[in-house]
């Protein structure tokens, strides 16, 4: 092969000084954010210090009261734009994988991708498939969510959210809910997503995650980003004492 042309990507998520308030309660206080392609972002700090917020500001579950936020160039705070269609290109995990218990995993992934993107069922079914196949629960297609593990039913909703190919995957403690038996298995996909070349942006206090997959560690701290870094630096040598204090504590 002969050398590559270096490609100048745009960065996917582009977020400059954000804040937000609830009511009287200033929770971020002029954040940024810049993600490039592919890079896998982890995000550690405090309970309360705005890591939901932040996540949930971009994909506008939460309306931020000043800043900018682009995702994969759409402006997410523009008011011409379509936010259900931008949000198609925003995958998102919580703590709580939120499966209808009534649908097997295979009807649970296809749901989403009949609901949002209009295919029929037939169509459907044979994406489910595939997106269940890359979490490794093929054969956990005829389940219902009751007869999964917690750490399966994550799985099923990492797949429900990549079945529809987004630019970027938003995941807020994937794992706290989980039993520790059952952590693994999910980082596992997440390790495989990210490998797959998935753009990521991590909540979580998994600091062996981290240091393995991330790209780069933020922390944040009442509202702001304290200090960001590759995770050698912020989790060997980290500059702020608060971070210091938590790391300590996490450990
Ligand atoms: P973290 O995820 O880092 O624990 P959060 O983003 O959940 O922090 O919360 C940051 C702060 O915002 C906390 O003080 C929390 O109580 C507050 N908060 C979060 N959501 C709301 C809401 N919908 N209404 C009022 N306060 C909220
Ligand atoms: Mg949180």
Avoid at 89 to 113: D, E, K
Avoid at 149 to 178: N, Y
């Amino acid at each position: 092969m002969t050398a590559a042309t270096p490609i100048v990507q745009a960065p996917i998520v582009q977020a400059r000084g954000i804040h937000k308030h609830f009511g009287a309660l200033h929770v971020l206080k002029g954040v940024d954010l810049v993600v490039a392609e592919r890079e896998l972002v982890f995000v550690i700090g405090p309970s309360g210090s705005g890591k939901s917020t932040l996540l949930r500001c971009l994909n506008r579950l939460e309306d931020p009261s000043g800043g900018s936020i682009t995702v994969d160039g759409i402006d997410m705070l523009d008011r011409g734009t379509d936010i259900n269609k931008a949000r198609q290109r925003i995958g998102m995990v919580f703590q709580s994988f939120n499966l209808y218990p009534h649908m097997t995993a295979l009807g649970n992934v296809a749901l989403a991708l009949r609901k949002v993107l209009g295919l029929d069922r037939p169509a459907a079914e044979a994406r489910a498939r595939a997106a269940l196949e890359r979490v490794h629960l093929a054969d956990r297609a005829g389940h219902y969510p009751g007869q999964l593990s917690g750490g399966q039913q994550q799985r099923v909703a990492i797949a429900r959210a990549i079945a529809l190919e987004p630019r970027v995957m938003l995941f807020d403690e994937p794992t706290s809910a989980l039993d520790p038996e059952l952590v693994g298995g999910v980082l596992a996909a997440m390790r495989e997503l990210r490998e797959s070349g998935m753009t990521m942006v991590v909540v979580s206090h998994e600091m062996g995650f981290a240091k393995a997959a991330a790209d780069r560690v933020i922390f944040m701290d009442d509202g702001r980003i304290l200090e960001q870094g590759p995770p050698a630096a912020i989790f060997g040598n980290p500059q702020h004492e608060r971070t210091r204090a938590f790391i300590g504590q996490i450990e």
